[in-house]
Structures are given as C-alpha cells and as structure tokens.
C-alpha cells in the first residue's frame, strides 16, 4: 500500500523521498475490510503451497502480510514500504515478519522470492513498462508473482477532484499536486510479463462497496487517491476542499432504497510464474 511521505513532481508524476505528511494507517484503516478484500482475492490466485520465501511490496499497515502469514505460516515473510509510519505499525502488528523502509521504485532482493506480492501500491510508480519486468526478476524461477493496481480514475470519487482542482479556486495552490501516473492496460502487463514467464493470469474485478453516503465515499479516497491535493493545502483549506468536492460527488452516485450509495471500485490483478 504505502508510498513514501513526502512527493515531489517530476515529469508530471510521483518521485518519493521521506519526511512530512505521512501516510496515516489508522485512516487507511478506517475501511480495512474493502481495502483487504482485493488483497484476498488476489491471494486466492497463487497457486503456490509452500514457498520459502515471501515478500509483500507496498505492505502498508501489515493487513495484507498477515493474509500472506496465515496462509504461509512457515515461510519466511518480509515487508516493504516506504512510509515510516507504515512501517512502524506493521512491525507492532505482525512482529513474526521482518519490515523494511525503502522505495520500491529503487528496491531488489538481495535472494530471488518464492512469491512476490503487492496489493494495491505500484499504481503510485511510473514506467510499469520498465517497472514490471525489473521486480518480475525478484522472483525465483517457478516462483509466482503477483499484483493487484487499482484502476479507478474514472470514478466520479477521482474525476470530480480532478476537475475541483483545476477550477480558479483552487488551480495555484494545487499545481503541486503530486498525482499518480496512469497506469498501463491489459495488454502491456501481458506484453512485459510473458517474455520471461511460464504463466500469466490477468483481469479485472469492479467491487462495489456500500457506502452510508458521499461523505463515506471521500472518506474513503482521502487516505489514497486524493492525499496528493490535500498535502497541498493547510487544515482549513483541506476542509474546504473536501466539502466542495463531497457536495458536488454527492449527484454522481445513485442513492439505494436504503439511503445508502454503491460505490464501484475497478482494481486490475496479474499473477504470473516465472520460467
């Protein structure tokens, strides 16, 4: 999951280093059962027993590394995330795996992995078509690789924040905004995977998550997706943000018989053997 702390543009996407405005697990968290899920699902597609060696990239808070320890309970398990804040709640939560703070666009495995893994974190790097093949060599041969990227952009819970941040209100204090890069298609992932893989398993899955209302929804984005724009803005203006943006998402949802809103979220899997 995790990122890196602080982000600074470069060619228009995410370079990372690390100081302020951490990421926050207790937010992240807050919906940890729609968050897991993928992480689940993602997992029930390895077909692997008994792997040696394990590693979660992007592990966040630990809540997917544990699904990976249950499931592996003999294996030698490692994180990695380049949030400290990630990192220290990972080791208070499963202190049987080793975590190690570092940038996964920077990141090799000193031993090749039985499986590696990564839920939800590689839609921050750019360049999947050079950064897919290089962690793919991480795996050792017959080993399994597998990652879940969320592929939700064209959800109103993005695009309307889009839009709000380039309106005249908004658009100094938000040119900054650190936004993740697009990710690649269907196609490309096949393209970089099959060249040194036995082999490849790719597809996508929307979710949709019941949420109490628009306020839910951005609750839920704003440990994510939008966490680049508000690192912009001081306290009141966050708040100011945040409102504008729920009032004017609040239209694009459908409401239930019960009040309540579906709030579809597509996320984009691959699990790949290496030969």
């Known amino acids: 999951m995790g990122r890196s702390t602080t982000r600074i543009r470069s060619n228009g996407f995410i370079r990372e280093r690390a100081g302020v405005n951490d990421w926050d697990p207790k937010l992240y968290l807050r919906f940890g059962d729609e968050r897991t899920r993928a992480a689940i699902d993602l997992l029930a597609r390895i077909p692997e027993d008994a792997p040696a060696r394990v590693v979660d990239l992007g592990c966040g808070p630990a809540n997917s590394t544990a699904l990976l320890a249950a499931r592996w309970p003999v294996a030698t398990l490692d994180g990695v995330d380049s949030s400290a804040a990630m990192i220290e709640q990972a080791r208070a939560a ?28 590689l839609q921050w790097l750019p360049d999947h078509a050079t950064l897919i093949p290089r962690l793919f060599e991480a795996v050792a041969p017959g080993g399994w690789f597998a990652v879940q990227i969320p592929n939700n952009k064209a959800s109103p819970s993005q695009s309307v924040f889009r839009a709000l941040a380039q309106t ?5 204090k938000l040119k900054n905004a650190a936004i993740s890069p697009p990710i690649g298609t269907v196609g490309l992932y096949d393209d970089v995977l099959r060249p040194a893989a036995r082999k490849v398993d790719i597809w996508e899955t929307e979710y949709q998550h019941r949420m109490k209302d628009a306020a839910a929804i951005v ?6 997706a939008i966490k680049p724009y508000l690192d912009c803005l001081v ?8 409102d504008e943006g729920t009032r004017l ?5 459908e409401r239930r018989s019960d009040g309540s809103l579906l709030f579809a979220f597509r996320r984009l899997f691959f699990v790949a053997q290496r030969a």
Request: proline share 4%.
């Open 94 to 121: 499963l202190p049987s795996a080793r975590f190690e703070q570092a940038d996964i666009a920077n990141w090799t495995a000193s031993t090749p992995y039985d499986v590696v893994y990564s839920n939800a974190t």
């Open 168 to 172: 005249s209100r908004w658009r100094d």
């Open 219 to 224: 609750e839920f984005v704003r440990a994510t």
């Open 235 to 242: 306290a009141d203006e966050q708040r100011a943000f945040l």
């Open 249 to 253: 998402m609040a239209d694009q949802f």
